[in-house]
């Protein structure tokens, strides 16, 4: 389905229903919004494992501006600020109050440009292998530490200077150390839309990749926030976690930290990441 926002068209996927029977009234389930990595991929990713969580809450799957079937807007637009107020005005547009937003990487950079824009809007976080400030070196020492010297320069190119050929390499020599475990699903990557543009633009021409930094305005968030964490992420190292756990107020954080896994611990660890998140989202 598609939806105009902002300007721009977005394409949106619905699974479960918001209302449904409870003996003799209509239960209303919370909204779960799923925000993908990349910039540059699309929602596929979080299919099928997100079906798990239907039961208890609605989902909906977002293909961000300029990624996957939305429409491409002007690459001006390719921000965190547009994007994050992206999420709002769907929500506005669609009627949905009190979301539960999930971003998963690059998608937990715009959960927090979301919620740090309209801190009173959502009614819960899950920020999972993200961070609120990148640190190239811990970036760059995380890979070597799994790779070698090899994947160290490889990253230190890809994210340094930025092209359509670091990019080939980083995914050849990188992109595998992300997971602790190889996928179940060979066809995963091939479904997926991938846009190179939009992410050379955000991690070279503008770099906002680079410059952002929430850490400061994560002190406004006013709603509880699950930071899912793998102790083997070379992306997301570990420490990115904890810095947003101490940057947002105690009584509404909860770190959970999965010793033996990598980059989206629903990869890794699919039934302890739906327990957590289940949890969390009954709670």
């Excluded at 209509?26 to 969580?53: E, Q, V, Y």
């Excluded at 010297?149 to 890809?158: G, I, K, L, N, Y």
């Excluded at 305005?217 to 992420?233: E, F, R, S």
Aim: charged share 25%; proline share 7%; aromatic share 10%.
């Amino acid at each position: 389905m598609f939806i105009e926002v902002n300007g721009t068209r977005l394409f949106f996927d619905v699974e479960g229903a918001a209302l449904v029977p409870d003996g003799p009234r209509m239960r209303a389930k919370p909204t779960l919004i799923l925000l993908h990595g990349g910039p540059g991929f699309d929602h596929s990713m979080f299919k099928p494992f997100f079906s798990r969580l239907a039961d208890v809450a609605q989902v909906i799957y977002l293909d961000q501006r300029g990624n996957g079937r939305s429409a491409d807007a002007s690459p001006e637009t390719w921000n965190l600020a547009q994007w994050g107020d992206d999420v709002k005005a769907l929500c506005d547009a669609l009627g949905i109050e009190r979301p539960i937003v999930f971003g998963g990487s690059f998608g937990g950079f715009v959960a927090q440009s979301y919620a740090t824009r309209h801190p009173a809007h959502p009614g819960k976080l899950i920020l999972s292998s993200t961070a609120a400030r990148i640190d190239y070196e811990a970036i760059f020492a995380s890979f070597e530490a799994m790779g070698g010297p090899v994947a160290r320069e490889v990253a230190r190119e890809h994210w340094t200077t930025p092209s359509s050929e670091s990019r080939r390499r980083y995914f050849e020599a990188c992109l595998p150390l992300y997971r602790q475990r190889p996928s179940g699903d060979p066809d995963a990557a091939r479904r997926a839309m991938i846009r190179d543009d939009v992410a050379l633009w955000f991690n070279g021409q503008g770099n906002e990749h680079g410059r952002m930094d929430f850490r400061a305005a994560l002190a406004c968030v006013q709603c509880p926030v699950l930071i899912l964490a793998g102790a083997k992420d070379p992306i997301c190292p570990l420490p990115f976690s904890e810095t947003m756990a101490a940057c947002l107020s105690p009584e509404l954080v909860r770190l959970e930290v999965f010793p033996d896994c990598g980059h989206g611990v629903q990869f890794d660890a699919p039934e302890r990441a739906e327990q957590v998140m289940r949890e969390f989202i009954e709670a």
